[in-house]
Each structure stands twice: as C-alpha cells, then as structure tokens.
C-alpha cells in the first residue's frame, strides 16, 4: 500500500471509536471564524480568564464573526516564499478544539473532505511532552505512526502535506524562536527545536502547519510565522438546543431543560461550550419531572456542580478536591505521576473516569500512557473551591478567610480567580455557612459600585448572584424609591450605572410581543424565558387557548421572573385558563402588577378563582375583564375578593360586561368595605342605569377616584346629582370622566356645571351625545368664564373658582351655533387651561365662527387642539375663522374640519392664513369636502417648507 493508504488506514483506527458522553457534541459540527489579528488590536485580554471570553452576558450586544468552514481555512494557499505558512485556531477550553482535529483527520482518512490535502499528521502536544530524548522529524512521525515505514523526506517536503498541532497549551517547554533550527529531515535534534523549526520554515518549508491552542499560550507563536488566526466558536443557539435534546432524548424534557438554560443569561452562554452544556443537559435531565408541569426553578452554576458531583464516589472525589486545589495554577492535564504524588493510583483514577467521565476522563496515548483531565477546567475550580471551604468549615478561626478571597480576586486583574470565587460563594449558599446579613456580601455590593464599570465588577455581581439570584435588586428598588443611596458613600451615579448593568447582566427588556405570523400557542412556549426576562408581556390578539395558561402561571411563580404587566386580551383563554393562571398568581413568588382579560371568555366561575387570588394579592393593581360576560353573578364573585382588605386593586375595568343593576349593588358593599385603593372604575357599556349608578355612588366616594368612565350606561339627570356633589368637593382627585353617550340632557348637565363651578378638579370631560343644548352651554360658560384659586394671584373676588378643564368633548350634541358662541368667551380667560375642544356634529353653521375665531386667537386662549368636523360651516364660516388663525397669539395646533361644505375657497383662506402665521398649525384635517387636485397640491408644499410647522394633511378631491 502507498503512505497515503497506510496513513489513513491508522487514522481510522486511532480515531473512530464509539462516541462516549463527553464526546456526543462531534455530532455537530465545528464553527469556525477568522480571528482579529492581534496587532490591530486585540479585543480582549489573552491572559483573561476564559470565561471572560465566553460569558458577555454584561453586555448590551458582542461581536458575532462571520462562520467559515475548515475546509476554507486548511486550503492549501501556503505563501511558501515568505515564513507565513501557520494556521493557528484559538478556543476557551471545552470548546472542542480536539474534537474538531480528530473530526477533520477521520473525514481525510475516510475520503469524504480535504481533498487536496496528501497526507495529515495530527500530533497532541501533551504527547510530545513524553519524548525526552533527541530524535529527527522522520523518527518523530514514526514515533506516532509506527506503521509508516517508508516514510521519506521527499513524501513529506510538498504543499499539500499538512502537521496538525493540538493543544500548544498543554506543552511543557517554552518555543524558543531565536534559538537553533534545522532543515535536514534526518537531523536529530530535541523535539522543542523540531516545532519551532517546522514553524519556522526551515525545515520542510512546503509543509503547512495546523496549532490549537487556548488563548494564553497564543503569544509563544511569533506574528510573523502566522498566515491566519482562526477561533473556534462554541455551540449556536441551535446547537444547543440540538445537543440538549440529544442528551436528555426526551422532547418535553429538553424543552423544560433549555428554559431554565435560557432564564440565567450566564448559563445561556456557557453553554456555547459543548463539555459544559453537556454537564447542564446531563444534570438537568436527573432533576427534571415529566409530571411537574411547567414549573421553573433554575438551578445556579453552583448547585450544576454540586448535583454533577453529588452522584459521584464521595471517597474518591474527596481525593480529587484536594488534588484541584493543589493544581489550581497548573494545567488540566495530568499524567500518572502527578496523581501518585498526590496518593491516587491511576487505576482508581481510571475506574472512577468511566464511572463519571463528566468530572474526570482519562486519554491514552504515545506507549499507552494515560492521561487524566478534569472534564472542564471549570469543574476543576469547582472542587478547589470545595477543598477551600472543608478547610475553612474545619477551622472556624478562618472564618474572615472568604472575605480575603474577594481581595485575592480583586488584585488580579486578568480574572483568573472569577469562576472559583463565584464557586465559592455558590457553596456559602449551599452549605448555610452564612446568613444574608453577613459582612461578606455587604463588602462585595460596596466592591461593586466601587468598581462599577470594570470586568471586577461583573465577577463580582456573578459571585453575588451565585449566593442570591435577586442580589442587589433590593437596593436598586431602594434607590428607584427614593432617589436616595442604600448603601453610605455613594453617588447617585454608582446607582445609574448598577441599574444599567443589572438589566444587561439579567438579559431585561421592557415589552414582549410574538411576530404576527408566529402567534400560537406553541410558539409561546417556547419563549418562556424571554417572557420571564420582560417587564411587559403584550400577547393580545395571538390565537392562544388555555393551552398555554399553565406555563405561563410557571413564569408568573418563578423567583427570577420580571414580569408585571400581562395582557392575555382577545384570546381563547377561558376559565379553565383562568384557574390556571390563577395557581402562578397565588404564588408567593408572583409580582404581577397588571392583568389584563379583556375579551377571554372569562365566566362567573373564572371570577371565584380571581376573587381567591385578589383576597391575598397585595401587589395586584390593575385588573381588565372588559367584553366577557361576566354578568351580575360573576361581578358578585369578583367583589368577594374586592372586599378583602388585603385587595389593592387600583384599576378595575369591566367594560361590556353584561353587569346590571344588581352587579352594581355588589360592587358598592365591596367598595364601601374596601375603599381606600381604587382610583379607575370603568363601567362603561353596561346597562347599570340610574338605580345602579346611585346606589354605587351612595355607598362609595367617587370624588376620590382619578377616572370614571361610565359611558353608554343608560344614565339620565338622576344621575347627575351625585356626580356634581362629588365634583364640588375639595378633596376630590377625580380628573377624568366620561358619560358620553348618556340622556343627560341640559338638566343633568347644569347639575355638573354647578359641581364643576364650585370647585372643580376635571380635567377631561367627555359629554358626548348627552343631548346638551344651547341652554347646558350657558351653564358651561359659566365654569369656563371662572378663574382658578391656584392661578388668581390671591385677588378678593367671592366668584373665584377652581377649573381646571384640559380637555372638552361636547361632540355629537345640538349645541347650535348660540350655545357656541357662550363658552367661546370662556377661551378668553386669561386663567383658563383648555387645550382641547371637540365640537364636531354640534348643528354649528358660519355663524359661530366669528366669536370661536376671537376666543382662541386672543392672546389668553391656550387652545391647541380644535375639532369641528361635521357641521355646516362652508366656505364662509372658514373664512371667520381664519381669522383666528391670522392672529399672532393664536396657538392652536391641530384643526379638524372634516365634512364642513367646503369648497377650494377654504383651502385658499387656509392657506393665506398659515403664510400668515406659519408658527403653530401642524395637523389639518379636511377630508370629506369638495376640494379640487390642484388646491391640495398648493397646501401640500407648505408641508415640505420647513418654515412652517404643518406636517400633517388629511385631504380627499371629489
């Protein structure tokens, strides 16, 4: 056979054995990118603890490298006239390095990739380490691959024969590139001359070289021997998934597993390294039950470890403890003699890494030695850190030691304590060794904000977080409460940047909404832990049942969830989803602040489950069950949980909820008996009626509430009486109300104009279609015409009043064009603090403009927003009140003459007017009249002029 035949056949053997537990991930394939060269500026430290490198989860975004194949990168493009002829694949340990070396190997051997490539010679720098005696290339090769027997210095001197380095890190000598070098394939010479001579160039300068290494060891390569850095990138967020559901084999299971990786942004990226997400996936699929539903309770790094090597042999893990401890500065490689020197046999070594190859494996090599490694570096500080603790535990004088520890951690600037002091206070927790209150904790917050923007800093918020997953965030509510510091000798600014790191450390975001083609109750869950990550979950409107009620009462009972507001509007969800809603909302752990139900389907027996929830909620602020027919029977529900002086709802909204006069009387006794929180009643589109309103307004205070919206409720006068009794009263807080769409008529309106007279808070009162007058005007007038005590100077005038009127809407009411021109004078009042007025389809012709022009042209008139649509003003009433608009004191900002009879006459005085006054008009609005192509044309520059402040032009020609 010829070399190439005999090469491959030995790779083969060397390299296909059956996959072990610790090797499943060369089932997935190796990502690669170019590495940004080092002279143009390193993006981190190379000296930085790995998991610097891997963990980002302290930043907003991170560099994503584009992925290129091995294939791409081990081309054959040697620049054979200069000494750039290495490629160099850098990787955090665990990331596969090894695995991708041997993939590449069996793939040549088994002819299915690296075609151009001749012959391939991996070689394991750990190996290398066993040859102490002087030898030559030829003789090396052989060494490894004994079946070589013809092998020759011209087989080997050509373009396409390639030396694969694995593992630079693990080398035992320093690559001296000043020294000795040789160039004759029968040389013999020491193996460290060997290497640096084949990277070199001078010996075999058409071969190319293949180096993996950890970062570290990177910088024993001269620049100028590399033709191109390459990284080797971990798992994908699909490859994870991927490894995790080979792993555990389970689909529901890996689903739940993969959750509670994704809710520690930490862990998320950890596990981009395939040993450690083997680890995760492994342990999580122990603790995990089928039968536990969605339930999350996520396991920190520490208690990872702690289960991992909880199931292994005590007497032997006791051993290696101390055996991690003692090797903390030294490699992860291990060869027989280290472990006799520390009282292991290599056979108790070997028996225990088939038992638990996760925690230690064993590697044969070169004349059968064997090599043991821990199965990541990180589970080798794991167990020193352990070690470290059983001394502490056993010496109590050591107590302060843990507090050392941080300082230690501290002075190193590149980190290399991190992982083991985050394992450390991981342990503090799991041992009880410390209370919350311990000086440890209060020293590491002050180290923190000490250091609030440096690498320190984040090593010490995952230490803290290993102890407490809510670490620090009691002080961060503390400082947004009072705007004070918690913690004696900070700024305020300490506290700005810790809140910013604490939402990027924890992955936060405001809002969650699913994509509108990914609506489904399937794709929800599996976004759980996004869901739990943001503040705001808006899921209206997005096809889901109860189906998905279980899973997201799980997020709502999970310790580490963020979610306050919920909106489940206009969904499937029904009472069988209620009720399971309603398990996570009882749970001690539930901070939700807002629950909104609107259209769900909500029956009276989902309103006993509420009632439960709301009887010991003491969070709960807002709660929305519009459009479900809920009904008198199922708002009496509700109000046993109203009652309850532990409910302190603060916005109730049931709109069109079928609730009468009956359901009324219900929430009146729970409001008599619990009226101390709320603030927004919304009982609009409900037949409540006179009856039902007055007996709600009898028993509770209205005047105390912030919003009432009780439109479309059937209400007349009889209603009107409570309601200006309760505007009349000094202490009311009461700035929004809306009864449009209610028989007032002029009578039950005068009631609340002499309310609103007397002392008034409103600001925004909607009447519209109440069947108001030109009589209910002149009462109105009167209230606008008042002046308030707050803006009178102090003056002694008897007729001062408290007004506070904002927003206006009469819409839809007879009002004609006299009642108009009475609260017209009322824009005038130097006090008054009207900015909206709606006047549309109020029977209104030209003949009101005039007086409206005058009113908010004055230079008192605050007015911005103007709506006079659907009245038959025409081109002559435009004509008036550009007028208004002409005056330089005019402020109005927007104005709505939709269907006003409008001809091109009116465009052409809109026009001329805003040349006029270019200032203030942004929006106009004039659909619905008929107005000619070329007048729009003439309007729609004035939209690209930026003199003037239109920007917004609502136009239709017939």
């Known amino acids: 056979m010829d070399l190439q035949t005999v090469l ?78 290495t490629v160099i694949t850098l990787g955090v ?41 002087k030898l030559s290339i030829i003789e090396l090769l052989q060494t490894f691959y004994p079946e070589l027997e013809e092998l020759g210095g011209s087989s080997l001197n050509k373009n396409n024969v390639w030396f694969v380095l694995d593992g630079l890190d693990e080398y035992n000598l320093p690559l001296k590139f000043n020294g000795p070098a040789v160039s004759d394939v029968s040389e013999v010479t020491t193996v460290d001359v060997l290497l640096t001579s084949l990277i070199r160039g001078t010996l075999l300068p058409n071969a190319h070289v293949w180096i993996t290494t950890r970062y570290a060891a990177v910088t024993q390569i001269p620049d100028g021997y590399l033709l191109k850095e390459t990284e080797l990138q971990g798992f994908s967020n699909e490859q994870k998934e991927q ?41 999580l699929k122990s603790q995990l039950k089928a039968d536990k539903g969605f339930k999350i309770n996520p396991l920190s790094l520490t208690q990872i470890y702690t289960n991992l090597v909880k199931a292994s042999n005590s007497a032997f893990i006791a051993k290696l403890k101390n055996l991690a401890l003692l090797r903390m500065a030294e490699g992860n490689v291990m060869y027989e003699d280290d472990l006799s020197e520390r009282d292991i046999s290599a056979e108790d070594a070997s028996t225990f890494s088939r038992e638990c190859p996760l925690v230690l494996r064993e590697e044969k090599g070169l004349h059968n030695t064997s090599v043991f490694r821990f199965g990541h570096s990180s589970i080798q500080e794991f167990l020193a850190a352990s070690a470290t603790l059983d001394d502490i535990e056993a010496n109590p004088l050591r107590s302060g030691c843990c507090q050392h520890l941080v300082e230690e951690a501290l002075q190193s600037a590149d980190g290399k304590y991190d992982v083991f002091l985050r394992f450390i206070f991981g342990l503090i927790k799991e041992r009880h060794m410390l209370g919350p209150t311990d000086q440890l904790f209060d020293y590491t917050k002050r180290k923190i904000l000490e250091s609030i923007m440096s690498d320190s800093a984040v090593s010490l918020f995952h230490c803290l977080r290993e102890y407490d997953s809510q670490a620090l965030l009691n002080e ?35 809002t969650f909404e699913m994509e509108v083609s990914m609506r489904c109750d399937d794709r929800l869950l599996r976004q759980l832990p996004a869901i739990l990550k943001s503040r705001k979950a808006m899921l209206r409107f997005s096809n889901l049942t109860d189906k998905c009620c279980r899973a997201l009462a799980a997020v709502l009972s999970t310790r580490e969830s963020y979610l306050r507001e919920l909106d489940l509007g206009y969904n499937s969800i029904g009472e069988h989803g209620v009720g399971m809603l309603v398990e996570g909302l009882n749970d001690q752990y539930c901070r939700l602040k807002v ?40 708002l009496g529900c509700l109000c046993n949980g109203l009652r309850s002086h532990d409910c302190l709802i603060e916005t109730l909204k049931l709109s069109q909820c079928n609730i009468q006069q009956k359901g009324c009387y219900y929430l009146a006794s729970a409001l008599q008996r619990n009226p101390d929180h709320l603030t927004v009643l919304d009982l609009s589109i409900n037949l409540v009626g006179d ?84 009589f209910g005007c002149i009462c109105l007038a009167k209230v606008l015409c008042s002046v308030s005590l707050r803006y009178s100077g102090g003056m002694p005038n008897t007729d001062l009043q408290a007004v506070e009127l904002r927003e206006l809407d009469l819409s839809m009411n007879c009002l004609g064009d006299k009642g108009v021109r009475e609260i017209s004078a009322g824009l005038k009042n130097p006090y008054n603090h009207l900015k909206s007025l709606n006047l549309s389809q109020c029977s209104l012709t030209d003949d009101c403009c005039a007086e409206l022009a005058l009113g ?69 609005h004039v659909m619905g009249n008929s107005l000619e192509d070329s007048d729009i044309r003439q309007l729609m520059k004035l939209t690209k002029n930026q003199k003037y402040s239109l920007h917004t032009i609502d136009v239709s020609a017939d």
């Open 8 to 85: 491959k056949t030995t790779l083969k053997n060397k390299y296909q054995k059956p996959n072990e537990v610790s090797s499943e991930n060369s089932l997935l394939p190796s990502r690669l990118c170019y590495w940004k060269p080092r002279h143009d500026g390193a993006l981190f430290d190379l000296h930085e603890h790995e998991f610097r490198h891997v963990d980002k989860s302290s930043f907003h975004t991170w560099v994503v490298f584009t992925t290129v194949p091995l294939t791409d990168i081990l081309s054959c493009d040697c620049k054979h006239n200069s000494s750039k002829r």
């Open 856 to 924: 908010f042209g004055s230079k008192e008139s605050i007015l911005s927003e103007l709506d006079l649509s659907g009245n038959d003003l025409q081109d002559k009433g435009v004509r008036k009140l550009c007028m208004g608009l002409r005056s330089p004191h005019c402020k109005l900002q927007k104005l709505s003459l939709r269907t006003c009879g409008l001809s091109p006459w009116s465009i052409q005085f809109l026009t001329t007017a805003l040349k006029s006054n270019p200032q203030h008009l942004a929006e106009l």
């Open 93 to 133: 340990s665990g990331v596969g390095k090894t695995t991708t070396v041997q993939s590449c190997a069996l793939e040549w051997a088994a002819g299915k990739g690296y075609h151009d490539i001749h012959l391939l010679f991996p070689l394991t720098f750990w190996e290398l380490n066993l040859l102490k005696c």
């Open 691 to 774: 009856k039902g309103a007055n007996k709600l307004f009898r028993k509770f205070d209205i005047s105390q509430l912030r919003k009432l919206e009780m439109y479309h409720c059937s209400l007349t006068e009889l209603s009107c009486a409570s309601i200006g009794e309760a505007l009349k009263s000094e202490a009311s807080t009461l700035v929004e109300l809306n009864l449009s769409s209610s028989n007032l008529k002029d009578a039950g309106f005068a009631l609340m104009c002499e309310g609103m007279y007397a002392w008034c808070s409103l600001e925004k009162l909607n009447v519209s279609r109440c069947g108001i007058t030109g």
């Open 243 to 283: 490894h995790f559901r080979t792993v555990i084999g389970d689909d529901d299971l890996a689903n739940k597993a993969i959750d509670h990786m994704r809710i520690s942004r930490s862990l998320d990226f950890l596990c981009q390294i395939p040993s450690i997400c083997t680890i995760l996936a492994t342990v």
């Open 476 to 510: 961060v509510k503390f400082f947004l409460k009072f705007g004070s510091s918690p913690i004696d000798g900070f700024a305020p600014m300490h506290w700005q940047f810790m809140i910013q790191r604490t939402r990027t450390f924890e992955g936060m975001r405001e």
């Open 595 to 634: 629950l909104r139900l609107q259209g769900c389907g909500v029956t009276a027996k989902a309103c006993e489950y509420l009632a439960t929830f709301l009887t010991q909620s003491r969070r709960l602020q807002e709660l929305d069950l519009s459009r479900n027919e809920i009904g008198d029977l199922g």
